[in-house]
């Protein structure tokens, strides 16, 4: 099964929801963003809690609005998985440092953190659904919008930067690069 079968044929079987296509993938891409701004804003803040407990939230919804099949639910807790250890990697190489990190040691992905990527794993098959297939294009978007994500989160103060701007600029570009491609491969073989 092709990676764009797949994502078609596991957002067929959810059109039964009461809204229609465009409004839920408008609704995916607010709430994607309101997901994002709590969890940064809330761990610059101090309150790191605050954004996964939106996050949390705003999963529930979307699981009442677009019904997810297993697959989907199997990418969502896949997604804290790799997040975590995308995220400690990256935080044990120095490129960037948590004031809220796990067990206190700067690298560990913080919960805010891990919440981003489950954030962004119900974007998949929906807001960011247009990607599947199209891998060359994800690792693209994934590059400019991975590396964006992590500077725009130190910008408002969530985490520091370990490197200079234009060196983490190239690292987090080249590691998205990578990743957000197989986040769509991972979700075809989940819905295969």
């Known amino acids: 099964m092709s990676l764009s079968s797949a994502s078609s044929s596991s957002l067929a079987g959810r059109r ?23 969890c940064v804003l809330g761990a ?63 690298w560990l992905a913080p919960l805010w953190l891990i919440a981003l990527w489950v954030n962004l794993g119900t974007a998949v098959n929906h807001c960011l659904g247009w990607l599947a297939g199209k891998p060359w294009l994800a690792a693209n978007l994934g590059a400019l919008g991975g590396a964006g994500a992590y500077v725009g989160g130190s910008r408002l103060g969530a985490m520091e930067l370990g490197y200079s701007l234009p060196a983490a600029l190239l690292v987090l570009a080249a590691v998205w690069a990578v990743v957000f491609p197989a986040i769509y491969r991972l979700n075809a073989r989940l819905h295969g």
Do not use: C
């Open 16 to 38: 039964s929801s009461s809204l229609s296509h465009t409004p839920r993938i408008l609704l995916n891409a607010l709430a994607v963003n309101v997901g994002w701004f709590a």
């Open 44 to 106: 610059a803040g101090g309150v790191p809690w605050v954004g996964p407990a939106v996050v949390a939230g705003l999963v529930a919804i979307h699981g009442l609005i677009n019904r997810p099949d297993a697959g989907e639910w199997k990418l969502l807790g896949t997604m804290a998985f790799l997040g975590f250890g995308v995220d400690s990697a990256l935080g044990a190489a120095g490129v960037f440092q948590y004031s809220s990190g796990l067990a206190g040691t700067g």
